[in-house]
């Protein structure tokens, strides 16, 4: 996100001035700011004082971060599924393929016994 150039009390002093009667093209002559920029700043933090705002921005920051972990989990989770899923079609393969259906059945193959057993897992 972008960083202002201006700060949380700069900007309540012009919101302040600008509820005590000062107009606002004035103010945004003198701060070297659009009218765009201090109709945004009134709509976002009008009727809040310093502390409010920086805890508002606080807020924000950490419902960003956690927006991102949980993005980041949801991805790890969609890689997971995936791979199960390919693991499960090569389970039943294993497992269709020479015509034995039970698990004592393919007992006796190599490697077979585990892909039941992960089968048993996955289905849980």
């Given at each position: 996100m972008k960083k202002s150039r201006f700060t949380d009390s700069q900007i309540m002093a012009v919101l302040k001035r600008s509820e005590g009667g000062e107009s606002a093209p004035e103010?945004?002559?003198?701060?070297?700011?659009?009218?765009?920029?201090?109709?945004?700043?009134?709509a976002r933090f009008g009727g809040m004082?310093?502390?409010?705002?920086s805890r508002m921005k606080e807020l924000e920051e950490e419902n960003r971060?956690?927006?991102?972990?949980?993005m980041d989990e949801k991805l790890k989770a969609e890689i997971v599924?995936?791979?199960l899923a390919k693991n499960g079609e090569a389970i039943s393969t294993a497992?269709?393929?020479?015509?034995?259906?039970?698990?004592e059945e393919c007992a006796d193959q190599p490697?077979?016994?585990?892909?039941?057993?992960?089968?048993?897992?996955?289905s849980v």
């Amino acid at each position: 996100m972008k960083k202002s150039r201006f700060t949380d009390s700069q900007i309540m002093a012009v919101l302040k001035r600008s509820e005590g009667g000062e107009s606002a093209p004035e103010l945004c002559r003198e701060m070297g700011i659009s009218t765009a920029t201090f109709y945004k700043w009134r709509a976002r933090f009008g009727g809040m004082d310093v502390s409010m705002m920086s805890r508002m921005k606080e807020l924000e920051e950490e419902n960003r971060r956690l927006k991102k972990m949980y993005m980041d989990e949801k991805l790890k989770a969609e890689i997971v599924s995936e791979a199960l899923a390919k693991n499960g079609e090569a389970i039943s393969t294993a497992r269709d393929g020479p015509g034995r259906g039970s698990r004592e059945e393919c007992a006796d193959q190599p490697g077979v016994r585990g892909l039941w057993d992960q089968r048993e897992l996955l289905s849980v």
